[in-house]
């Protein structure tokens, strides 16, 4: 089948539930994005673009109460980890039954394949050369496997409904299935708005994490077919009262535009991770850091001090550079870490955005540009990865990655030139 026959089912299958899309909304192809959804009449600011029924929201309680598999999965819930899981499940099981599922026309409309980084190969992912990135990347690929194979042994315990010998059920399929729930939902605290047999759920611990408390994933048909744009001026939510999944527009569609939605404000390293694309132009554009520092400097007393001025002792947490150049945390952080002594009393400074001292500006401003200079040391070039992006000789995931690492660099080349404004002003000052 083509597209259009594709799109044919599924606008059909819509028609019977309780999906209320803008009468004006048309699903369209689209030059930078691909399909999308568009405006072939005017929308007005303050209308209601699209409302989705609870009901009709794919969530862990539409798993638990699937009159073929939903006692099953709600017997096997010690056993698993992660609700994402369970909605992986259905729609593996789902996908399996082909023409008679009653969800037919919506799952045969999802992608097949998506471009996050657990689709990509080996060689791939060494193109993405932030460490902090490439090790989110890797633990992904990890922990999706990991999911499975739990997964795969509560299925295996029931292979009368679950034939884990066909590809059905492969990882390959899971893959696919738990990438089209976290890349296609919209955010319901279902625990909160549903009758939810999880409400009070403990569960299983994974990874650390007692993942059973983050149980708002809902599929939305029809929404998540509504590309992302940073500045979008739409909002959403559950609406309790009326039990219904609202979309209203913030702005005025013309005729012909492509309706957008925000995925959150991410920057491109998240969006490569979560959605498999980065933007051109994106104004929440950051680079992550891991800030490095000997181990010595990391002790109870300085982690009391980072507490009280409310920075973190985590040696990432809001460590990043923008376009304004190295984060609040950051610097201060450093500054705080290398005071001595006889500088404690002054560590307050840094909430009025004043210094501990001129020694203490001096040795941060210097740390700072050697840590920058490291890491620029540490990379290709811009001019390389120019060039490599010139060749036309890469895949599309090999793009992004070289993409990302240059718009990365030029953040970390201007948070320098800002750093060296800084040392000068300051031995002008002092």
Known sequence: KDDASDLAIFLNWI????????????????????????????????????????EELITTAT?????????????????????????????????????????????????????????WDQEEIKEITNPLTQRKAIKQREMVHELYLNALEVMNNHRETFNTSTSF????????????????????????????PLKDFKGNMFR??????????????????????????????????????????????????????????????TLLLEYGFILKDNPNSRLDLKLEVPEEFYNSESASFLSQL?????????????CNGFSWNYLNT???????????????????????????????????QREALKWIESQSTIQEDESILNSNRLSFHQ?????????EKKLMRNALNLIDSKKKMWQITY
């Open 15 to 54: 028609e019977k539930r309780k999906i209320e899309p803008h009468k004006h909304l048309i699903w369209n192809d689209f030059e930078e994005t691909g399909r999308g959804i568009g405006a072939k009449d005017v929308i007005k600011e303050g209308e209601t673009l699209i409302t989705i029924d609870g």
């Open 63 to 119: 798993v638990l109460k699937d009159e073929k598999i939903g006692k099953i999965l709600s017997g096997e819930l010690e056993r698993l980890v992660d609700p994402s899981q369970l909605i992986s499940i259905w729609l593996m099981f789902q996908n399996s039954l082909g023409h008679s599922s009653l969800y037919f026309g919506y799952i045969q409309l999802l992608p097949r394949m998506f471009d996050t980084p657990i689709y």
């Open 169 to 196: 059920y492969s990882f390959d399929s899971f893959k696919w299935a738990w990438t089209c729930v976290m890349t296609r939902s919209v955010y319901v605290d279902v625990n909160l708005h549903f009758d939810s």
């Open 208 to 269: 650390g994490k007692n993942k059973w408390k983050e149980n708002h994933y809902g599929l939305a048909p029809f929404f998540d077919g509504f590309n992302h744009d940073p500045n979008a001026k739409v909002s959403g939510s559950f609406n309790p009262k009326k039990k219904v999944y609202e979309l209203k527009s913030n702005v005025e569609w013309k005729k012909g535009e492509q309706v957008f939605i925000c995925y959150g404000h991410h920057n491109n390293s």
């Open 310 to 322: 409310g920075l973190s002792p985590s040696r990432s947490k809001n460590f990043f550079v923008d």
């Open 334 to 368: 450093v500054r705080v870490l290398l005071a001595k002594d006889e500088e404690v009393q002054s560590i307050w400074n840094v909430l009025e955005d004043l210094p501990i001292s001129e020694q203490n500006e001096k040795s941060t401003l210097e740390f700072v």
């Open 399 to 407: 793009l992004c990655a070289v993409k990302l690492r240059l718009e």
